[in-house]
């Protein structure tokens, strides 16, 4: 079957750095996407990773290797204003896009 | 209005109740896309439409019914529902439907509750 496990929670402080991992067991590849998600609000799209590397966006970084079924987001210099669900999802074979669970990210001043 | 409306934003309905969602979007896309966002859980795709025809009907109960009038509007029909239905229900837009890089923009969501 197809799986995206990224963890449930996370705690960072304000002004510091965290990383969010995704691992992904799909049918195939055709991209991987961040959104992020605030409380009762919708999904926003943050990044795309096609290629292995790394895709930088002001503060948030998202890093992709293909070969390890594995990405990161990464948020620097954190804002309390980051406190959201983050998602990720990976586009199948068949372009289909298969959804992690989202990792909610606390943060403290 | 720009963007992805949903109405209504919140819904209560007994088990026997009929009611609809209602989805706008004014990005002048081409796909619109049902989902079910329960706690915790990854976002289940229900229904997809691309250029008004139904593409994705991923083993949805009959009680939830979709139409689309035309490229803009997206309606989900609720009828008999069970309390296991409740979630937030997201409504989203995309440029085309096939593509690896087919951002999505999503609604605010329905949160519905079923007594």
Not at chain 1, 24 to 52: C, I, K, M, R
Not at chain 2, 25 to 47: C, D, I, R, T, V
Not at chain 2, 90 to 115: H, I
Request: hydrophobic letters at 35%.
């Amino acid at each position: 079957g197809q799986n995206i496990d990224q963890p449930t929670e996370m705690t960072a402080t304000e002004g510091a750095i965290v990383q969010i991992n995704c691992t992904y067991q799909t049918s195939g590849f055709n991209g991987l996407f961040w959104y992020q998600q605030h409380a009762g609000e919708a999904p926003t799209f943050l990044s795309y990773n096609v290629l292995d590397g790394l895709e930088e966006k002001g503060r948030f970084s998202s890093f992709l290797s293909r070969s390890k079924g594995y990405s990161y987001l990464l948020l620097k210099e954190l804002q309390m204003k980051d406190s959201a669900s983050y998602l990720c999802a990976v586009t199948d074979s068949n372009y289909q896009l298969i959804w992690g669970a989202g990792t909610k990210l606390i943060i403290k001043p | 209005e720009t963007g992805v409306t949903q109405t209504p934003r919140h819904l209560v309905m007994g088990m026997t109740n009929k009611k609809s969602l209602k989805c706008e979007q004014h990005l002048g896309h081409n796909a619109m896309y049902w989902y079910k966002q329960s706690a915790k859980k990854p976002l289940e795709l229900m229904f997809v439409y691309n250029f008004k025809e139904q593409t994705e009907n991923n083993s949805v109960p009959s009680r939830f019914s979709p139409e689309c009038p035309n490229s803009s509007h997206l309606f989900l029909h609720l009828h008999t529902l069970q309390p296991e239905d409740s979630a937030l229900y997201l409504c989203a837009s995309s440029q085309g439907q096939l593509s690896g890089a087919n951002v999505l923009t999503f609604g605010a969501g329905s949160r519905l509750t079923v007594l």
